[in-house]
């Protein structure tokens, strides 16, 4: 088994390609905050995520991590009508707390990403003696 077909790696690697793009688009959000018509955007991938790896029959090393990879992350727009005279339905509080958010479960994705990487540089040196 190669390290990058780890089941685990992949899994997080697909995470942090998705808290990243919903970083970006909850910025985008919030710096579009006075434009009129704006309609706020979000990003979904878990649920698609989750909705892909339930209907695997066997649980194969290589049907989740196909299952993973095939994933898309999707960006939607948000049909939430807009209480603004400008039509614009950002909601500013909601998407600041989203990117307080995505930020915390970043920082902890790449923790774990570099808890796999130690717990494997450890059992390397420890074969080693």
């Not at 685990?8 to 970006?24: A, F, H, P, T, V």
Request: proline share 1%.
């Amino acid at each position: 088994m190669k390290i990058t077909e780890s089941t685990n790696l992949n899994l997080l690697n697909k995470s942090l390609d998705g808290l990243w793009l919903r970083q970006q688009i909850t910025m985008e959000n919030i710096a579009n905050y006075s434009t009129p018509g704006y309609k706020s955007k979000f990003v979904d991938f878990e649920n698609i995520l989750k909705a892909n790896l339930n209907h695997i029959d066997k649980n194969t090393r290589a049907e989740i991590n196909e299952e993973i990879d095939s994933s898309n992350i999707i960006i939607q727009e948000n049909e939430n009508q807009s209480l603004r005279l400008d039509e614009n339905n950002v909601d500013l509080e909601k998407e600041n707390l989203q990117l307080a958010k995505t930020q915390l479960q970043y920082m902890y994705t790449i923790t774990e990403i570099n808890s796999y990487f130690s717990k494997l540089k450890s059992v390397i040196s420890e074969g080693k003696k």
